[in-house]
């Protein structure tokens, strides 16, 4: 299994943001998938690829030229753009997580969410939620669904993990539903044999 992880490459984060990503990151990089994250190196995305090295995972990183030469990877995805990053990102991930962030993964997770909302795709869509952090965004599309903006069963096409073991029931139901279809990852490769 693929799994994107969306989350915050500020440096000047709060401490306590980047302790809890960090420890959601040691808690599921001992599972055996394919990370698959952005190419920036500071924050807690930096701290999450060096755990995810540590625990000697495969790694799957979607940035520029420039970004890539500075980057350990085991797969790399060229990009020009932040724009098409993103939407790389999604290609190649199966599952996607959302920690703590700023409006670069706020905004992610609203691009992801319409996709699917449009395309019904199989992809799943996670939002850890511990302590609330998520409690905003999660109001404001209620908001949206009240005022006739979103369906009424949007909440459909994500999960909510307030904890890590919520967390990991969702991505058991996830690795799950794929083997069930039979979309098995192999080798860092999609389902044809070759990289998105």
Known sequence: MKLGIMCSSRENANIDLKRNNSK????????????????NSFGSMGEIK??????????????N???LEMNMADIKVPVRS??????KIYENSDV???????????????AFLENKLETQDNKTLIIYNGNGNFN??????????EEGLLDNNYNLYFDIANNLEELVASLEKAENKLMQKGE???NGKDYNGKIS
């Open 184 to 186: 098995k990852e192999y």
């Open 24 to 39: 959601i990151a040691n808690t599921i990089s001992k599972r055996d998938y394919i990370y698959v994250m952005g190419a």
């Open 136 to 145: 905003y965004l999660l109001e404001d599309l209620e908001k949206r669904k």
């Open 82 to 87: 932040t724009f098409e990053r993103t939407a």
């Open 96 to 110: 996607i997580l959302f920690l703590n962030g700023g409006v670069g993964t706020v905004s992610e997770f609203y």
């Open 50 to 63: 060096e755990i995810i090295r540590e625990n000697k995972k495969k790694l799957l990183i979607v940035g």
């Open 65 to 67: 030229q420039i970004e």
